[in-house]
């Protein structure tokens, strides 16, 4: 692994491989629960709603990329996070609570999290070499999805939230945060 240096086998590589696993597989579990919070708030009696179609569109991207780290938890044998219950919650919290404060703020809170996701996946990505090909393959185009989630709510007027700028630096910060937990707990 570029960045990471030490052979196969080594210890060090391994543990850095399974944080890896381990905190992709958090987020994209927080991720399906944000979408399941804000349709919950949302989607009620919406059904053929452009905003709603989005957000569940969004949501079935985020089951495929929760599901393909599931399976590689189980194929490496690596431990997923013991914070699972707790973004359970976290995540359908910040869903429901900007969905609350509307479509833009439902918008705001997608926009934030996959610009904190983009970075995030992107160093991933950088640090790994050719025996991890498959792996960095599967964290650029799940990136891609993540920077099309991130277009999908700047044209739907995330930027026009109320308090925009605090909204989205909050959530990023406790983005960073989730990130940093989760790979080590």
């Known amino acids: 692994m570029a960045g990471m240096g030490g052979l196969p086998g080594d210890r060090a590589r391994r543990t850095e491989l399974a944080r890896m696993i381990r905190v992709d597989h958090a987020g994209e579990y927080g991720a399906k629960r944000i979408y399941q919070g804000q349709l919950a708030v949302l989607g009620r009696g919406r059904q053929g709603d452009k905003v709603v179609d989005l957000i569940r569109h969004m ?50 809170c997608t926009v934030a999290v996959e610009e904190a996701i983009d970075e995030h996946y992107a160093a991933q990505a950088a640090s790994l070499g050719e025996d991890e090909a498959e792996l960095r393959g599967v964290i650029e185009r799940f990136r891609e999805e993540e920077l099309e989630h991130r277009d999908i709510g700047l044209a739907h007027e995330a930027e026009q939230a109320p308090a925009y700028r605090l909204l989205s630096a909050a959530i990023k910060a406790g983005c960073r945060v989730a990130i940093a937990a989760s790979e080590r707990v």
């Not at 690596?78 to 609570?97: D, E, M």
């Open 59 to 108: 949501q079935a991207q985020e089951q495929v990329h929760l599901d393909t780290f599931a399976a590689m938890i189980a194929q490496r044998r690596v431990r997923p996070t013991a914070l699972l219950p707790f973004w359970h919650l976290a995540g359908f919290a910040l869903g429901a609570a900007t969905a609350l404060l509307g479509e833009r703020a439902a918008m705001a």
